[in-house]
């Protein structure tokens, strides 16, 4: 048994539209679904802790009436593996209500700055939850950091990110002027709870399935099943890497012997009426936060959300989009294994990232979502990944102002991180 949630739409006598949304068994779900863990369950929403009317209340409402029968459904048990949220956690409980203080509370959570890489045959290196330094003259910071490498400057970027240099000296807090990005590692079983209790205090009623429901929201199976891309090929022979909160401020990550999941992605997570989150649109090893592309596709899904008949076009895009997205992760993925000599067979779409990188220094990723600029930058670093060339403009700039600037930026970090409080968690 699998669960999914539903929605309904009728129209009334009077003309009316009221939707009904459920939440239950299907006997018989779509191939490649698995039930997703307690982490991944935004669909559930959570607990009204002490909280004011929120936006899932009137997010609720706009659908129709009040959100009439509700959740049903067998709960598989949670994978607490899982419980670790990025950055973009906070602003997803905040949308639905709930206060940093309440989810710290009830979920035991602590922060985390990012995750340090051991085991990987080469010398320990730091992902952060933010950035690197700081652009100069419109031209992205490491093309400036990578050509004073060439100069004789340090390879140590990790002085070029706060949360690095935090995470070094165990200090934690609202640094001035720069303030520190940072996730969560928390107990999953009882995020799920507080989601669910947000649920039902939104409105969201137990009831049993409806056949005629108008859009499910599918949260069972597994995506390495069923009408997939599968990215066994591209990593087949290798135990998933583990990733675990094993120190205050960072979580380490270390490749892993043993037997894999098997990974991949649906083709299309949005078909018919049914639409794929957690599990049963993308399996991936947690070198990716497994909860970040949930929350990216919800976010896509509100924006597209039916209102009153589902969208060819926006099937479309949303598709699209969530396709792009599982495509950087697949390939961040394969890239620890191919750049660590685990692996030599890859996608034609990493290949051509690793190429230009090495050409001229170029990454092309956003700032924002599972796999960030940064990310790419970390990794590619990390492992002593290096261009023969950088931007033009980088080469450009006189030494003497290269050298300067760059150490006005690493002493603004320095100072701001000095300020900061030592952790007490």
């Known amino acids: 048994m699998s669960a999914a949630l539903q929605l309904k739409r009728t129209r009334r006598r009077d003309g009316v539209v009221k939707f009904e949304t459920r939440i239950g068994n299907i006997a018989q779900p779509p191939s490649g679904v698995a039930f997703e863990t307690a982490s991944e369950q935004p669909a559930r929403l959570g607990r ?77 290196w730091f992902r952060p939850c933010g950035g690197f330094g700081a652009d100069l003259d419109g031209i992205a910071f490491h093309h400036h950091w990578l050509r004073l490498l060439d100069l004789g400057g340090s390879d140590d970027l990790g002085r070029f990110s706060p949360e690095a240099l935090a995470a070094r000296e165990g200090l934690f807090g609202g640094a001035p002027g720069r303030p520190l990005s940072f996730g969560f590692a928390f107990d999953a079983a009882k995020y799920r709870a507080l989601l669910q209790n947000v649920a039902l205090a939104a409105g969201v009623r137990r009831a049993a399935v409806a056949d005629d429901a108008d859009l499910v929201i599918d949260c069972g199976g597994a995506a390495g099943e069923g009408d997939v891309e599968d990215w066994s090929p591209w990593l087949a022979g290798h135990g998933a890497a583990q990733a675990e909160a094993s120190s205050p401020l960072f979580a380490s990550v270390r490749p892993a012997a043993g037997a894999a999941l098997r990974p991949g992605c649906r083709r299309d997570m949005w078909r018919g009426r049914t639409v794929a989150l957690g599990r049963a649109a993308c399996m991936a090893e947690p070198l990716v936060v497994p909860l970040d592309l949930t929350i990216q596709a919800l976010e896509r899904l509100t924006a597209l959300w039916p209102r009153q008949a589902i969208v060819p076009a926006a099937v479309e895009r949303f598709n699209a989009g969530m396709a792009a997205m599982h495509r950087d992760v697949r390939d961040f993925t394969i890239a620890h294994y191919v750049l660590s000599g685990r692996q030599t067979d890859m996608p034609d779409s990493l290949a051509d990232r690793l190429e230009v990188f090495r050409a001229c220094g170029d990454i092309d990723a956003p700032h924002i979502g599972p796999v960030r600029q940064a990310d790419w930058l970390a990794l590619f670093t990390g492992f002593g990944l290096r261009p023969r060339f950088v931007h033009p403009a980088a080469e450009r700039m006189p030494e003497d102002e290269l050298k300067r600037r760059l150490a006005r930026v690493r002493t603004q970090i320095q100072d701001a991180v000095n300020a900061l409080p030592e952790f007490a968690g």
């Not at 936006?55 to 129709?64: F, I, M």
């Not at 029968?69 to 709930?98: K, Q, R, T, V, W």
């Open 48 to 124: 009204r802790v002490g909280r004011q009317r929120g936006p899932v209340d009137r997010a609720l409402e706009h659908l129709g009436e009040r959100v009439g029968d509700g959740i049903a459904g067998e709960d598989a048990p949670p994978d607490e593996s899982e419980g670790m949220g990025s950055p973009a956690l906070p602003g997803f409980n905040a949308a639905l209500g709930i206060d940093m203080a309440s989810f710290v509370r009830e979920t035991g959570a602590v922060p985390y700055l990012g995750m340090r890489y051991d085991g990987w045959g080469v010398r320990p």
